[in-house]
C-alpha cells in the first residue's frame, strides 16, 4: 500500500467522511455561503468527522460556479480549516482523461506536493472502463505524498467478474489506500451491498469504502450493511444533502454508530446545521428519496434526469412520470448535458426535415411567444396586437396555456424532453406544431398519427450555424432559437420576441441563449430581433403598448 505522511485520526473503526460542500454542490452550483462554510468546518471539527471532502478540484466553466467547485489550494488555505480536519478533493477522471496528454498536465495544474497542500487525499471518481488510462495518474498523484482513494461508480452495471477483475488490477498497482464503491443509480439492496463488499474483499486487500445513494430511502441501511461484511470508510452529507435524492444523512449514521457502539462522536455539534442552516437549504432545494428517484432506480435511470424535472417548475407528476417511463426503455445510466435529449432518442440529431417554411411569413412580421413571466402579465396587449395584424404569424414555443390558442399559427417544439412530457397534448391542438420529426422518440411517435406536424429539421454543433431549406444547425436545442430560425427561412420581415425575460447572469440557459442570438444576428442582421417585453438579452427592444410598434 501507498505510504502516506500521516494516519486518519478514528474515532471508531469506520472512517466518515463528509462529502456535504462537495455532493451537495450538485444543488447550488457550490455556492455556498462563507458564514455558513465557517460553521460548518468548526461543526465538523467538533464532531469528530474523520475526513471533510470540501469539494471537487475541477478546470474552468463556462457559467458561474462557486469556490468548492474548484476547491483550490489558495482558496482552502483562505478558510483557516482546523488542524484536526483532514482534508479532501475529488476529481473526475473523465475530465482528467480529457485532456491530450492524457491527464499528467492536469494532475501538474491541480495539485502541488502534499506536504505544501491543505489537502491530504485525492478521490478520483471513475468507471470501470477508464481503470487502465487512469493509472499514469495515480501514480503522479502517489509520488506527490497524497492519500488516494478511488470511486468506482456504477458497480451495479458490473458482472460479478467484472468487478473482481476491476478491483484486482487496482490492487496490483498497490498506490490506492481506499478504493470506494458507489451505489451510482440508488438501486442497491443490502443483500447486493453485502455481495459487493465480499467480492472486492477477495480480489483487494485495502480499506473499502461505500457511497450511498437514498433514491429508495434504504441509504442508512446500506451503509451498515457494508460495515457490517467489512466496509471501513463511509460517505455522508448533512441532512442527505447530495445529487439527485441525496446520500446517507450524517446525523442519522452517527446515531447509529455510536448506537452499536462502534464509534464515539460529538453529535451535538452537528445539531445547529441539522435543525437550522441545512433545514433551509432542504426546504430550498427538496432533495430526498421520492417515488420518483425510486422508480429511477428501479429502472437504472441516472438520478439527475430526475433532479432535473422535479427542480423545474414546468412540469407536473403526470408528465414526470411520462418522461421516465419512457427512459426507462432507453440506456439511461449516463447523464449528458442535453438533458433527456440524447438519453430519450438513443441517436444522433441529423437536422434534415421533410417540410420547408419558405415563404410561410410572406413578407410579414413573425411574433414568438415565449414563457416568460412578461408574457402572461401583459397578454391583454400581445391579443390587442394580434387582432390588429391580421396577417402577422405567431409562433408559441412548447404549450403554453396562457396564450389562447385561436391567436397561434403554429406552435414551436425541439428539445426532446419538451417533447416527450407535451407529446400527449398535441392532439388537442387546433393548429400545426412545427417540430424535428426526427428527435420524437419512437415509443411516442404514435401519438403524432392525428397531429398536423410541420417537420423542420435540427442538428446541433457548436461549431457553426445554418438555416436551410428543411432544417438547421444550431449551437443548443433551445426552441427559442429554433422558433427563429423558422421565422427567418420563412422570410419574416421582423422577429418581435414576448415573454423572452432572460435568466440571471450566469444561468447555464442564459449562456446558451446568448450563444444562439449572437450567431444568429451576426449571421442574418437584416432580419431585426426585437423584444416587445422586458429582457434581458441583447436584443433591440420596443415595447406592446406602442401604437405603431
Known sequence: MNEVSSEINKNSNVTILDCTFRDGGYYNNWDFDPQLVRKYLIAMSGSGVDVVEIGFRSRSSNVFMGAFSYSTDDYLTYLNIPENLNIAVMVNASELLSQPDGGLSAVEEYFCDAALSPVSIVRIAIHSREIEKIKPIIIRLSSLGYKLTLNLMQVDL???????????ELDSWGKIDVLYFADSLGNLAPESTDKIV??????????????????????????????????????????????????????????????????????????????????????????????????????GIHPTYVQELLTSSRYSPDEILLALK??????????????????????????????CPKGWAKDNDVLIIGSGPSAERHMGAIIHYISNHPNLKVLCLNINHAVPQELVSAYVACNQSRILIES???????????????????????????????????????????????????????????????????????????????????????EEMLEVLEKIMESYENIPLIAVTPTTYPIAQRSIYEPVL
Open 158 to 168: 458490473l458482472t460479478d467478474a467484472e468487478l473482481a477483475e476491476a478491483s484486482r
Open 198 to 299: 465480499n467480492i472486492l474483499k477477495s480480489t483487494w486487500n485495502g480499506e473499502i469504502g461505500f457511497h450511498a445513494h437514498d433514491n429508495k430511502g434504504q441509504a442508512l441501511i446500506n451503509c451498515m450493511t457494508a460495515v457490517d461484511a467489512g466496509v471501513t470508510w463511509v460517505d455522508a452529507t448533512i441532512r442527505g444533502m447530495g445529487r439527485g435524492a441525496g446520500n446517507v444523512r450524517i446525523e442519522s449514521l452517527i446515531l447509529e454508530l455510536e448506537h452499536r457502539e462502534l464509534g464515539f462522536y460529538n453529535i451535538h455539534a452537528l445539531y445547529p446545521l441539522v435543525v437550522d442552516d441545512f433545514a433551509v437549504l432542504h426546504k430550498l432545494y427538496g432533495w430526498g428519496p421520492s417515488f420518483f428517484y425510486h422508480l429511477a432506480a428501479i429502472e
Open 326 to 355: 419512457y427512459l426507462s426503455g432507453v440506456e439511461a445510466h449516463s447523464y449528458s448535458s442535453n438533458a433527456l435529449g440524447i438519453a430519450l432518442q438513443g441517436s444522433e440529431m441529423n437536422g434534415k426535415g421533410n417540410w
Open 424 to 510: 400527449h397534448s398535441y392532439s388537442e391542438l387546433n393548429c400545426p406544431i412545427i417540430l424535428p420529426l426526427a428527435e420524437v422518440p419512437k415509443g411516442i411517435l404514435h401519438l403524432l398519427d392525428n397531429v398536423n406536424v410541420l417537420d423542420y429539421g435540427l442538428n446541433v454543433s457548436t461549431e457553426q450555424l445554418e438555416i436551410y431549406e428543411t432544417g438547421c444547425i444550431l449551437p443548443s436545442a433551445l426552441a427559442a432559437g429554433y422558433a427563429i430560425s423558422v421565422a427567418i427561412k420563412a422570410g419574416g420581415k421582423r422577429v418581435l420576441m414576448a415573454g423572452f425575460d432572460g435568466y440571471t447572469a450566469g444561468d447555464s440557459l442564459q
